[in-house]
Every structure is written in structure tokens, then in C-alpha cells.
Nanobody, 125 residues
């Protein structure tokens, strides 16, 4: 089991950058695949990015590709989401998620067993 705690959210202007962090408990962090999702008010939770255990492969939603970068530091039990060129439509609560294995689509929130509490990102125009 792993516990996840996000940080780094805030209020920024369009075009600014933010880096979100998600710190995990436990000594088996390196065994988990990790994802970032977001949820805007009145909308369903949507996939943002995914990274495999080694960090060697990453996947992104089309809406953030080229602007966001997911990375992980297994020595620090932390996954990051670097967000550049932020847009007002990026405003949402951002969640990190983890599981030992994804058998289906990594873009499906239901595939992940463990979730953090979320951190708010607000981008003003």
C-alpha cells in the first residue's frame, strides 16, 4: 500500500509555470506506476500524464502534450508534474495516482488503486 500527498498548486497567470510534487510513503515506491489526473468543477476527472516504474516511458493527454512533463525520483519517493505555458483551461484540482500494475488503459482513472487528496491549480487569464 502507498499513501500519496500532493503539493505545489497555486494561483498563477496564463503563460506561467508550476511544478507539482507528489510524495509517497513506503519503501516500494519504485514498484508503482504513477499518473496525474485533474478535475475541474462540474467535470469528470481526466487523465493528464502517466509514467512507468523506471521512468523510461511516459504518456500524456493531447491537451497537455508539449507543455507538461511527468518525471519521478525513486530515491526520493516523489513524482513530479512540470507544467509550462499554463492556460486558464488547465484550472483544476490535480491528483496523483498509483498502482502496481495497469492491465487496461492508463488513461482510465479506475485503473489506479491509490490516490492523493489533490492540489488546486488556478490559472487566471
Amino acid at each position: 500500500q502507498v499513501q500519496l500527498v500532493e503539493s505545489g498548486g497555486g494561483l498563477v497567470q496564463a503563460g506561467d509555470s508550476l511544478r507539482l510534487s507528489c510524495a509517497a510513503s513506503g519503501r516500494t515506491f519504485r514498484n508503482y506506476v504513477l499518473g496525474w489526473f485533474r478535475q475541474a468543477p462540474g467535470k469528470e476527472r481526466e487523465f493528464v500524464a502517466h509514467i512507468i516504474q523506471s521512468g523510461g516511458s511516459t504518456y500524456y493527454a493531447d491537451s497537455v502534450k508539449g507543455r507538461f512533463t511527468i518525471s519521478r525520483d525513486n530515491a526520493k519517493n516523489t513524482v513530479y508534474l512540470q507544467m509550462n505555458s499554463l492556460k486558464p483551461e488547465d484550472t483544476a484540482v490535480y491528483f496523483c495516482a498509483a498502482d502496481l500494475y495497469i492491465s487496461g488503459n492508463v488513461r482510465n482513472a479506475g485503473e489506479y488503486a491509490y490516490w492523493g487528496q489533490g492540489t488546486q491549480v488556478t490559472v487566471s487569464s
